[in-house]
């Protein structure tokens, strides 16, 4: 497709449980991002990947979240035991290369995680 | 990373200019001041970008005080559909670091 592609778009989880959150980046976009948003909160930054390199996960909120981009296209956003302070959209964006100054970020529509 | 200040809500006659403005007085020579905005929860959507020239695209103008320290977005004719919460951002250089930062943004209220 032409833009960020997330999957699922909404999911209900009991507590405690696994889930994992899919992202397809714009085609050719190198770099990519995770954030979070709770209800009426702003932004919230996760992790980042730039091509091969080590991806940046200082914003990573506890050890239950863990990220992964194979191939350097697709990444998976697995939230394990989750919480019910979890619940967000969790929110998916691609650009062309992290790196270089004036590459716009584009995002996807996101994945409502609510946890019961 | 640069923070920036934005006022937590305008509000905007529908069809006037809208005028939304930023502080960010930290911000460094090689940053660049960034606008995206959120409607309803959505997907942020970029709308323009700058270093310190002023631009113009399809959508806004961006205008950036000489000192760099402060910046306006202006929606020429504002409609109800721009109702949203915008944002603000300083694109941060710091090494292994290329996200944007995200404050809490402007709650723009366009009017009838």
């Known amino acids: 497709g032409a833009g960020v592609s997330q999957s699922p778009s909404n999911k209900v989880t009991e507590k405690g449980k696994d889930v994992e959150l899919r992202c397809d980046p714009i085609s050719g976009h190198t770099a990519l991002y995770w954030y979070r948003q709770s209800l009426g909160q702003g932004l919230e930054f996760l992790i980042y990947f730039q091509g091969n390199s080590a991806p940046d996960k200082s914003g990573l909120p506890s050890d239950r979240f863990s990220a992964e981009r194979t191939g350097g296209s697709v990444s998976t956003l697995t939230i394990q035991r989750t919480q019910q302070e979890d619940s967000a959209v969790y929110l998916c964006?691609?650009?062309?290369?992290?790196?270089?100054?004036?590459?716009?970020?584009?995002f996807g529509e996101g994945s409502w995680l609510t946890v019961v | 990373d640069a923070k920036t200040t934005q006022p937590p809500s305008m509000d905007c006659a529908e069809g006037r200019a809208a005028n939304l403005p930023c502080n960010h007085s930290t911000i460094s020579g090689n940053e660049y001041v960034y606008w995206y905005r959120q409607i309803h929860s959505q997907g942020p959507q970029y709308i323009i970008h700058g270093l310190k020239n002023n631009e113009t695209n399809e959508m806004a103008s961006l205008i950036i005080t000489e000192d760099r320290k402060s910046s306006t977005l202006i929606l020429p004719h504002a409609t109800l559909r721009d109702t949203a919460v915008y944002y603000c951002?300083?694109?941060?250089?710091?090494?292994?670091?290329?996200?944007?930062?995200f404050g809490s943004g402007t709650r723009l209220q366009v009017q009838p």
């Open positions: 964006a691609s650009s062309l290369g992290g790196g270089s100054e004036g590459n716009t970020i584009y």
């Open positions: 951002i300083v694109r941060s250089l710091g090494a292994g670091r290329r996200a944007l930062t």
